[in-house]
Nanobody, 116 residues
Framework: QVHLVESGGGLVQPGGSLRLSCTASEDNFASYNMAWYGEFGRKQRSMVAHITKEGSTEYPDSVKGRFTISRDNAKNTIYLQINSAQPEDTGVYYC??????????WGQGTQVTVSS
């Protein structure tokens, strides 16, 4: 069974930066489009960044220009750089395959709190 381990969350002040990491125990990791998902309060988990296996990226308007997703296939790891953090970015962040693919089992996520 594939395991996803997210890390890098924490408390950051508004306007600050944070880098999240997610490592998969999957040798075929490079074959999949991957994404970061956020769970904000009681809202349904939603995608905040997407990266194809070729490295093309996509973001919703709410984070465009502030979030950057990247991947290192040699390390089976994807990253999420959060810049200009806003209080509404507060939530639990998870990584998994991109939409329309069969998801890996979800990891524990990593909590990001944006507060002064």
């Amino acid at each position: 069974q594939v395991h996803l381990v997210e890390s890098g969350g924490g408390l950051v002040q508004p306007g600050g930066s944070l880098r999240l990491s997610c490592t998969a125990s999957e040798d075929n990791f490079a074959s999949y489009n991957m994404a970061w998902y956020g769970e904000f309060g009681r809202k349904q988990r939603s995608m905040v960044a997407h990266i194809t296996k070729e490295g093309s990226t996509e973001y919703p308007d709410s984070v465009k220009g502030r979030f950057t997703i990247s991947r290192d296939n040699a390390k089976n790891t994807i990253y999420l750089q959060i810049n200009s953090a806003q209080p509404e970015d507060t939530g639990v962040y998870y990584c998994n395959k991109g939409p329309l693919q069969t998801f890996y089992p979800w990891g524990q996520g990593t909590q990001v709190t944006v507060s002064s």
